[in-house]
Nanobody, 127 residues
Framework: QVQLVESGGGLVQAGASLRLSCAASGRTFSTYAMGWFRQAPGTDREFVAAISRGSGITYYADSVKGRFTISRDNAKNTVYLQMNSLKPEDTAVYYC????????????????????WGQGTQVTVSS
């Protein structure tokens, strides 16, 4: 069982940066592939970024590629989402997710691939 707690959201102006963090409980964090998703009001939850358990492989949604960076620190049981050049359309609740992964280089971009979810953190970008 893994518990995930996101932090770092807030209200910023367009063009600003934020870094989200997701702290995981347990001693097996390094065996989990991680992902970030977001959900804006009235829309479905969408994939943002994913990282393999070995950190070597990352994958991004086209809408954030070149602006967002996912990373992880297995020693701190934490995954990060660095968000630069934020746009109003990035406004959403951001969720981190985890799933056990055998492969070091596997990433997952579908929400039903993940077993554990955090409670979400609100990101609001004003124009």
């Amino acid at each position: 069982q893994v518990q995930l707690v996101e932090s770092g959201g807030g209200l910023v102006q367009a063009g600003a940066s934020l870094r989200l963090s997701c702290a995981a409980s347990g001693r097996t964090f390094s065996t989990y592939a991680m992902g970030w998703f977001r959900q804006a009001p009235g829309t479905d939850r969408e994939f943002v970024a994913a990282i393999s358990r070995g950190s070597g492989i990352t994958y991004y949604a086209d809408s954030v590629k070149g602006r967002f960076t996912i990373s992880r620190d297995n020693a701190k049981n934490t995954v990060y989402l660095q968000m630069n050049s934020l746009k109003p359309e990035d406004t959403a609740v951001y969720y981190c997710a985890a799933r056990s992964s055998i492969g070091l280089g596997l990433v997952y971009r579908r929400d039903f691939d993940y077993d554990y979810w955090g409670q979400g953190t609100q990101v609001t970008v004003s124009s």
